[in-house]
């Protein structure tokens, strides 16, 4: 194929096998595995592109769509499903060079960015006039912007700060279809398709820049380790506090396994080993005999050592975090103390050692591959009701091949996310059996079957069928804006797509104007065609309220709802259930802030009769009323996510925040609090 249109265009292009080889795959540990036992790689691409900004993108995919050539989209290729897979006469886009902050806006708290930005160097440069994203997955050093957007990424702070998805206010793309313009950036009178675009995979187009939302770095940053008796005691407190709007920063728990093999509620901690590949290594570090046998005999016998890691009893490890204004640090961890009680105050140390190695994890798995094994992970999310089932499931499915353990972090008031961290022998057929069946058991157990790694080739036939009827919004989508189907094929959605569910013969509206109520999860399924009040008064009656409050019907608000409305931690809708035309049911939304591929809800909205949407509540309290004037705070620091027409209303959980946050007289002290935690 010619490239030279794409040179004459000023674009630097190679197709030297020392460039291209380094293109054939990303980071899925199947195909490290497959390599290590045949030496087989993914196809090398045929050419790879570096544009510097956006009109160079545009000619790429304009030569692409000419001469019907497949395009990838690449950031750092630090993605571990396959998303940006090698594939035969391709063309891959290397963004690396679109590496620029074009602007910063503090007053609005937005910077307008490239997409192939490494996340460490903008949240350096961010930190240079004191603010930062708040993004921070463990691929921070080898990863960009862009594939934060491609695959729906969460950093470890998401608790707080949100994903990446929320703090995702405008997108810009070239498509084969000519330029895409999302969120804040809509054409007047467009279909506003950021929700689509986000967790893409490049299926539509290649991202060239983005419009997000910025923090101040905070003033204080507070962690704290808590050993709890039990994984069920620590899962109320983590709801407890997401529910009550006290914004942890950090809500991090390990499990039986994952505690014990860290030692991390012992004065040891976990220096010697970090979760099952640390402690793996640093086995066969300290003994040479054990060294040759280290993985042979283990994993020979999963199935028995978790059986026995399950059975193990004592403490597991929450560890807690709070961050923003010292004043706001200081009400949270006071407020914060009831709801941590069941838990034994371990001080600072175990949460300021996860602070500083937070990020080692990310490279400690090649020796594991080296000695004849495999080692992968998996992050699957529900609500807090469906959690435990969740766990026990996905925990059982994968322990039948492999060593398992999981911690639980990204917790939201409505739910959390479980990251599974699993070892077995070096076996193609044990790593594809592992991965069949947790992604079913995640599916069974009405969970996603991803939480933020991205879909890929690894999980794109269960995404789809995650998605299921709403697949044909994809189809439609995809059609428009890549009618050949050139951009990244199959990715993130099988291609072509599972059928749709069968079609029902009758899909009346709820005649109750609150369907369901999940007071543990605190969602609620209501009428999309009833009013904000009658759904209010029906909520009333279960002693709840709504936790955003549109000005009209859900059913006409949701779908019209523009970006920076809200807050980063509000999230206005979790699930819906629509009927097409043709009597075809979708239904989507099973997990919290996730989706597998592209959020479809409100694209659903508007292509279809919608039956009922579920939203979040909140207890119906009486609110705390303050003013909302202190010389040294900004509002938008503080939680919640309502307010009243008289000021910051709080809600009874937030009493002792709202008192020491807003009042307008009094000292602030200058070092946070420690609770006082009954032994």
Not at 39 to 61: W, Y
Not at 99 to 114: D, G, L, P, Q, V
Not at 267 to 293: C, E, R, T, V
Request: aromatic residues 6%; glycine residues 10%; charged residues 20%.
């Amino acid at each position: 194929m010619d490239v030279a249109p794409l040179t004459k265009a000023g674009i630097r292009v190679t197709r030297e096998p020392l460039h291209t080889d380094a293109y054939r795959r990303d980071l899925w540990p199947r195909d490290t595995l497959v390599w290590l036992q045949s030496g087989e790689r993914p196809p090398a691409p045929m050419a790879v592109a570096s544009p510097t900004n956006a009109e160079q993108v545009a000619a790429c995919v304009a030569w692409a769509s000419q001469t019907g050539t497949v395009l990838v989209p690449y950031g750092a290729g630090s993605g571990v499903c396959g998303g940006a897979r090698g594939r035969a006469d391709s063309l891959v886009v290397d963004l690396k060079q679109m590496n620029r902050i074009r602007s910063i806006n503090t007053a609005n708290r937005t910077a307008h960015i490239e997409a192939g930005i490494i996340g460490q160097h903008l949240e350096d440069q961010l930190g240079t006039i004191g603010w930062m994203t708040a993004h921070s997955p463990s691929s921070i050093a080898c990863s960009t912007a862009g594939g934060y957007l491609a695959a729906r990424s969460a950093g470890q702070f998401s608790s707080r700060y949100g994903v990446f998805d929320d703090m995702l206010l405008a997108a810009a793309a070239c498509t084969p279809n000519g330029p895409l313009r999302t969120g804040q950036w809509t054409p007047e009178g467009h279909e506003d398709l950021l929700d689509v675009l986000c967790g893409s995979e490049g299926g539509l187009g290649v991202v060239t820049d983005m419009l997000v939302r910025i923090q101040p770095q905070p003033e204080m940053r507070w962690l704290r380790g808590y050993a709890f008796p039990s994984v069920e005691a620590a899962w109320d407190a983590m709801r407890s506090l997401m529910q009550s709007d006290l914004g942890p920063s950090v809500l991090r728990l390990y499990d039986p396994v994952d505690t014990k093999i860290g030692g991390k509620t012992n004065a040891a901690d976990d220096k010697k080993g970090s979760g099952l590949f640390g402690w793996m290594k640093s086995a066969a570090a300290s003994n040479p005999a054990l060294k040759k046998h280290l993985l042979s005999i283990p994993l020979a016998v999963p199935a028995l050592l978790n059986r026995i890691g399950q059975s193990l009893s004592g403490e597991v490890l929450l560890i807690v975090g709070f961050e923003g204004p010292l004043a706001v640090v200081n009400a949270s961890v006071e407020s914060a103390a009831p709801l941590l009680g069941q838990g034994r105050d371990m001080g600072a140390e175990p949460g300021e050692h996860w602070y500083t190695h937070r990020h080692d994890v990310s490279y400690k798995l090649a020796p594991v591959f080296i000695a004849g094994a495999f080692a992968d992970t998996m992050e699957v999310a529900t609500t807090w009701k469906r959690l435990p089932a969740l766990y026990r499931s996905v925990q059982k499915a994968i322990g039948q091949h492999c060593v398992v353990m999981a911690h639980f972090s990204h917790a939201y008031p409505e739910g959390c996310s479980i990251y599974f961290s699993f070892a077995g022998r070096g076996s193609l057929a044990t790593y594809d059996a592992t991965w069949k069946a947790s992604l079913g058991a995640a599916r069974e157990a009405g969970g996603t079957v991803t939480h933020h790694h991205g879909v890929g080739v690894l999980k794109s036939e269960a995404a789809t069928q995650e998605v299921g009827a709403a697949i044909r919004i994809w189809s439609e989508i995809k059609a428009t804006w890549d009618p050949d189907n050139l951009m990244n094929p199959g990715r993130p959605f099988a291609d072509p797509p599972a059928p749709s569910m069968p079609a029902e013969s009758t899909h009346p509206a709820p005649a109750a104007v609150v369907v369901e109520v999940d007071d543990v999860s605190l969602l609620a399924k209501v009428n999309p065609s009833a009013t904000p009040d009658a759904i209010q008064r029906e909520l009333n009656a279960h002693g709840m309220t709504l936790r955003v409050l549109p000005d009209r019907s859900f059913g006409e608000w949701l779908p019209l709802l523009q970006r920076g409305t809200l807050d980063s931690w509000q999230t206005p809708l979790f699930g819906v259930r629509a009927h097409f035309k043709d009597g075809t049911v979708a239904q989507l939304g099973c997990a919290p802030r996730s989706a597998a591929g592209p959020d479809l809800r409100r694209a659903l909205m508007r292509r279809a009769t919608t039956e009922w949407v579920e939203v979040p509540i909140r207890p119906n309290t009486e609110d705390t009323v303050v003013s909302n004037e202190h010389p040294s705070i900004d509002q938008r620091d503080i939680r919640p996510a309502w307010t009243s027409k008289h000021g910051w209303g709080f809600s009874e959980g937030q009493a002792a925040l709202a008192d020491v946050c807003l009042r307008a007289s009094g000292p602030v002290e200058n070092e946070p609090k420690t609770p006082e935690l009954k032994p």
